[in-house]
């Protein structure tokens, strides 16, 4: 077997020190494109593989971030015999209004994204857990065990146990407020951004009759949000107490059978508010079907800024939120922390939009032909 080749024979080959050979490696963004296009071609002519785990010891670091998510319900699982015997290919006919709904964790895929990215730039890999059932502690324990830090979804995992955590590694909170701990939190002005949306249609389209939709009482974000609804119609003089509210669990199947039963009762408002997306998409999907028109019957709206909001028929007006960004602002504010573990807890809250289009605008509206953002706080 062919030796291996070592960090200071790239480094000669490349005729540059060990130090810039490790800083290309790490972090390509802060070195020169030459140098670096130079350090690169040693690697691969020398088939050099960087060792994680002496950079590790060398470090008294992993070189490795922790991301933690909880279980997604809806995710589509094979069962062992099934995926014993499963064929190459199935052939399934994919009913549009099926009972069998599995809606794309769309929100997480999007954190993850901007999590893998800073965590690259920064020259960290990331290790990813989905709980399932009752295994949260395990496996964040687990995760903990492995990695330099880690950044958990605020309220998937009781707040005893990361301080029990927090003594090992740093512990950034993703989404959610900040409930009188000392953790690091990173979260989007949620409260203030549907506060600008619901203002928008009391002010501009004098809606006075609203149906609110929210989500899980265990959401980070869900209390906020219907926060700024309260706020938003209290402010314009008006009793938030008398406005039904429909509990749908930010599940796009569940809002269908709210907006079934609303339509079935002849109780449709002037406008459904929605605490994300994938709500407001399920009581669009109803009201296609049902003759509903939207906005000129009842005006729809969500909370997120997914890029299905943007695809559906009328397109969807939303609060969106960098959700991107707020992957990335996890993983800067862990770099922070290893590096200046004295610091007061960070707070951050990344700022939203309210991008207006055609299911509250409609489609003569001259604003209702682009997306136009109504900025919301920065925090």
Known sequence: MRRAPTVYEVAAHA???IATVSRVLRRPDDVRASTRER????????????????????ARRT?????YFPGFDAMDELSDAEFEQ????????????????????????EVLRG??????RHGFALMVGVGRGSNTEEMVNDIAGRVDAIAVLAQSVPDEFLEHVARRIPVVLIAGPRRGDDFDHVSVSNAEGMRALVEHLVDDHDVRDFVYLTGPDDSPDNAERYDGFVEALGARGMDAGAT?????????????????????????PRAIVCGNDQMALGVLDVFGRRGVRVPEDVIVTGFDGIEAARQSTPRLTTVHQPM???????????????????QPPISLRLPVEVLLRESSEGEGSSIGVRDAPIRGSDG
Do not use: K
């Open 39 to 58: 350090v690169m071609a040693s690697v691969r002519e020398l088939g050099y593989v960087p060792s994680a785990s002496a950079r590790g010891l060398a």
């Open 324 to 342: 991107v960004d707020l992957g990335r602002a996890a993983m800067r504010a862990m770099l922070s922390r290893l590096e200046n573990p004295e």
């Open 86 to 109: 499963a064929t190459p290919v199935r052939l399934a006919i994919d009913m549009p209004d099926s009972g069998d709904v599995r809606p794309p964790n769309l929100y997480f895929d």
């Open 244 to 268: 039904p509210v429909h509990h749908a669990g930010f599940s796009r199947l569940r809002a269908r059978e709210v907006a079934e039963d609303l339509v079935e009762l002849g109780a449709l």
């Open 115 to 120: 999590s893998e990215v800073e965590a690259w």
């Open 63 to 67: 070189g490795v971030f922790g991301l």
């Open 15 to 17: 005729g540059v020190s």
